[in-house]
């Protein structure tokens, strides 16, 4: 089946600095989104894409949606405490009778204030 | 707005027993995602329903299953429940598959402690 290998697991950062982590994948994806998950709480979207090349902002996240298809990035700027929390890579397959979204296995981001 | 609910939030049940979680999409929205969330892992796809239907499904063992009803609302049922099924139960709803973008909107999931 389908995989998505993301990195970092896990990131210390002190506040202010910038972040960045990817996701890369062994077959191509149609969307790629990036979400978080605070503690105690579902996943929340934060950006999504659609086209190959695609670079998306949203205040201090910026995501890529890689030209093969294949990979994704998210950097963050100017670390703050409240970015702290997990962050998921999701896939979208070609949809249809056999749409899902398959996650990578999250990035641990905790800011040293 | 509201948006995913999720009941029970927490629950305790035995190796052997039966759980049904029950999940409330998003007003409009028509499809329902069930996902697994074990400590330490990812998101693992469980279930996919759309307009009433069971649309896919991911590699769990037929004891998981589960139904969407008219009013889109949806139950996961686990029968024989295993200690390997504590996890958090996370409940997600879009637009049907026709009209999707691929976003997801979570609920805040059900934490289910097997002993």
């Known amino acids: 089946g389908q995989q998505l290998n993301q990195s970092p697991q896990s990131m210390f950062i002190q506040e202010g600095e910038d972040v960045s982590m990817n996701c890369t994948s062994s077959?191509?994806?149609?969307?790629w989104l990036w979400y978080k998950q605070d503690p105690g709480e579902g996943p929340v979207l934060l950006i999504a894409?659609?086209?190959?090349?695609e670079l998306t902002s949203n205040g201090r996240l910026t995501a890529q949606f890689g030209i093969t298809r294949k990979d994704s990035f998210l950097n963050i700027s100017a670390s703050i405490p409240s970015d702290v929390g997990i962050y998921f890579c999701?896939?979208?397959?070609?949809?249809?009778?056999?749409?899902?979204?398959?996650f990578g296995k999250g990035t641990l981001l905790t800011v040293n204030p | 707005e509201a948006g995913v609910t999720q009941s029970p939030t927490h629950l305790i049940k035995t190796r052997g027993q039966q759980v049904t979680l029950r999940c409330s999409p998003i007003?409009?929205?028509?499809?329902v995602y069930w996902y697994q969330q074990a400590l330490g892992l990812g998101l693992q796809f469980l279930l996919w329903?759309?307009?009433?239907?069971?649309?896919n499904r991911g590699n769990f063992p037929p004891r998981f299953s589960g139904r969407q009803f008219p009013n889109y609302s949806s139950e996961l049922n686990v029968n024989a429940l295993e200690l390997e099924d504590s996890a958090l139960y996370l409940c997600?709803?879009?637009?049907?598959?026709?009209?999707?973008?691929?976003?997801?909107?979570f609920g805040e999931g059900s934490r289910l402690t097997v002993l």
């Open positions: 997600a709803s879009s637009l049907s598959w026709g009209a999707n973008t691929g976003e997801l909107f």
């Open positions: 999701a896939g979208q397959d070609s949809g249809g009778s056999n749409y899902k979204l398959t």
């Open positions: 077959s191509i994806f149609n969307t």
């Open positions: 007003s409009g929205h028509t499809s």
């Open positions: 329903y759309d307009e009433g239907e069971e649309r």
């Open positions: 894409l659609y086209k190959a090349g």
